[in-house]
């Protein structure tokens, strides 16, 4: 089963407009992080919002918000006035405690990604 | 500041050969790891260490190779290329592995085409 679930293989928003990148996570520990990353066409992995599964509140940072919903265990990512260059590639990971012999280290896994185009 | 750095940033190889991808990173990250990245399924968890001396398998790990000798480096190696190989790889670190709310930072990949 995958750890990660993004159901979104591309969208589609006009500049300006909201965003939701949708994201599902799978975990029976109750200590995680949830992280979304971009990907521009140039390549780079860019570190956009973290939200920790005990934080009360949603994270936001700047245009980008975290819809956190523990019960459903969803994580989506909010990009408010979609901009062109918005356009790109956009991630959804979560570390929890890991096993094997580095067992309590918070291992990232990644989902499959979202690919976001921005329309003028 | 560095961050992150791979080399090389493109690689061809013929099938059967070996090689080295290069990773160091200067921010003293107790944590690195490798991806690979492959159209529609995202980044999958190659090998990763949690310190000098320790390593793990990720998600993929067969027909690639790792240590970590000091904490600056982390080395994958491709012991006999094969087509299927064929991806772009990601190094990554962080600063703890303790704690679930480091971020990672990224090296900016190195494509690798097996032929």
């Known amino acids: 089963a995958q750890k990660i679930t993004q159901t979104q293989p591309g969208m589609f928003v006009q500049e300006k407009e909201a965003v939701t990148l949708d994201c599902t996570y799978d975990t029976s520990d109750p200590s995680y992080g949830l992280f979304w990353y971009k990907q521009p066409s140039s390549g780079e992995m860019i570190f956009l919002i973290y939200q920790g599964s005990y934080d009360q509140q949603n994270a936001t940072e700047g245009r980008y918000s975290l819809n956190f919903q523990k019960a459903r265990k969803s994580a989506n990512l909010v990009i408010s006035a979609s901009q062109l260059g918005d356009s790109a590639m956009y991630f959804c990971?979560?570390?929890?405690?890991?096993?094997?012999?580095?067992?309590?280290?918070?291992?990232?896994?990644f989902g499959r990604g979202t690919s976001l185009i921005v329309h003028p | 500041n560095a961050g992150v750095t791979q080399t090389p940033k493109f690689q061809v190889l013929k099938t059967g050969q070996s090689m080295t991808l290069q990773c160091a990173q200067d921010?003293?990250?107790?944590?690195m790891s490798w991806y690979r990245q492959d159209p529609g399924m995202g980044l999958r968890l190659i090998h990763y260490?949690?310190?000098?001396?320790?390593?793990d398998q990720g998600e993929v790990p067969n027909g690639y190779n790792v240590s970590r000798s000091t904490t600056e480096d982390f080395p994958l190696r491709l012991l006999s290329a094969a087509p299927s190989q064929t991806s772009v790889y990601f190094c990554?670190?962080?600063?703890?592995?303790?704690?679930?709310?480091?971020?990672?930072?990224f090296g900016q990949g190195t494509r690798l085409t097996v032929v």
């Open positions: 990554a670190s962080s600063y703890s592995i303790g704690t679930p709310n480091t971020e990672a930072f």
């Open positions: 990971a979560m570390r929890e405690p890991g096993t094997g012999r580095t067992g309590g280290s918070y291992i990232p896994t």
């Open positions: 921010m003293n990250h107790e944590y």
């Open positions: 260490s949690v310190g000098a001396g320790i390593t």
